[in-house]
């Protein structure tokens, strides 16, 4: 089968997480992803030994958070500080659709990198920065990780309850402003095609993250008002909430906007009938009002019975319920399995491992991992040759004058 953007060739010059992931969703749809990187090191991902305090780098050597962010891609290495490795870039850039960068303006300026050196060598060129803040504003220039985007777009308190501290998921900013990069190139790539012109496609930390959550924001630029988290005993319906089973395992109820019409079953399903027609719970504004008193009564139901057996009991009678997976659950649930979330993969270094799939299912055109990440450097000779149009006697040039 073909893919969606075969046919397209992406040149990525990024590092860490945002860019390099983006570049890779872009991979996996098809495209000819190119990596550039600095000649000496290359992307700083390849040094990390740890993260959070876990080992990164598997016993063969492979370097997994590295491997998480830059498969479906070749990589080759340039001094971009030499004037011929700019001109390679240069010649690549003629042959490409797409340049992906989340390094900051000041340095694509400095190594002309930049969207306006890099479309004249290409006028239908999409040029893609991924930034901290946006491309306008007192703070454009400012360096962000994915911490700070968190923070400046509000989720770390939006998602705490009164009594916690505001606090951070790893990489959520980051992956999403991957994935926004991404869908920037694509709607860059169809109006090229509809229009015929390239563009300069800016996103960021920041804005990724507010959309992230827009139903929030959204809400509080219409009512001035701000949707926080509740503890979970004080929510606001007992029937949109959380519950631990009797072998310790929780149970999400999401039966909230519509607790009137499963009532009755969710009292059958739990065998107390005899509150169905209690007058405490028997509107939603009642349901409601007295939801801290109704939660106590269900954390007491639920405590009876371990996970497994709720949920089949859930599910017979149609209510809206799911397991509260860990990330260690998901290679084990039915759906991640069937639906190819998490997919096996025979990695030529590491053999048969799970990695994450692809959200979105394409019947004629289906998203695939077309390879492992690239070592640093290991197709500069086979870009240079088929892409730039480089002899071999320029490319022993290029290596004898360090610029790969």
Request: aromatic residues 8%.
């Amino acid at each position: 089968m073909k893919s969606v953007l075969e046919g397209i060739r992406v040149l990525e010059w990024a590092a860490y997480h945002v860019g390099p992931h983006a570049a890779s969703i872009l991979g996996d749809l098809g495209a000819d992803v190119i990596k550039i990187e600095e000649k000496e090191r290359g992307d700083p991902f390849r040094g990390y030994k740890r993260i959070m305090g876990i080992p990164a780098v598997s016993p063969e050597g492979v370097n997994l958070l590295f491997e998480n962010h830059n498969r479906s891609k070749r990589a080759i290495s340039i001094d971009l500080k030499k004037t011929r490795g700019r001109e390679v870039v240069y010649r690549l850039v003629g042959n490409a659709d797409v340049f992906l960068t989340n390094f900051r303006v000041e340095p694509a300026n400095r190594l002309g990198m930049d969207y306006e050196t890099l479309k004249q060598h290409n006028k239908e060129l999409i040029y893609a920065g991924a930034s901290g803040f946006g491309p306008q504003g007192p703070d454009c220039f400012s360096p962000a990780f994915d911490m700070v985007g968190q923070a400046r777009a509000g989720i770390m308190l939006a998602q705490k309850s009164s009594e916690e501290e505001p606090f951070s998921i790893t990489g959520l900013g980051d992956q999403m402003g991957a994935i926004t990069t991404a869908f920037g190139v694509l709607a860059a790539l169809i109006g090229r095609e509809r229009l015929g012109i390239g563009q300069q496609v800016n996103s960021s930390l920041l804005g990724s993250m507010m959309w992230l959550q827009a139903t929030n924001v959204a809400f509080s630029l219409s009512t001035g008002q701000e949707l926080t988290r509740r503890e979970r005993k004080k929510a606001v319906s007992a029937l949109l909430n959380v519950y631990q089973a009797s072998d310790e395992k929780w149970i999400c109820l999401g039966m909230g906007p519509l607790a009137d019409r499963y009532w009755p079953s969710l009292c059958r399903a739990l065998d107390m009938q005899e509150l169905e027609n209690d007058p405490r719970f028997d509107c939603l504004e009642n349901k409601e009002k007295n939801s801290e008193e109704l939660v106590a009564i269900l954390d007491n139901v639920f405590a009876q019975r371990p996970r497994e057996e709720w949920l089949r009991v859930l599910k017979h009678w149609d209510l809206v319920a799911s397991p509260v997976n860990t990330i260690s659950d998901l290679p084990d649930d039915t759906q991640v399995q069937e639906n190819d979330y998490i997919i096996d993969y025979d990695h030529p270094v590491l053999g048969k491992v799970k990695e994450l799939g692809f959200p979105v299912r394409l019947t004629e055109t289906p998203a695939r991992v077309s390879s492992c990440a690239p070592a640093h450097g290991q197709h500069t000779e086979e870009v240079l040759l088929d892409i730039a149009g480089y002899s071999w006697n320029e490319i022993g040039e290029l290596k004898d004058e360090g610029v790969i």
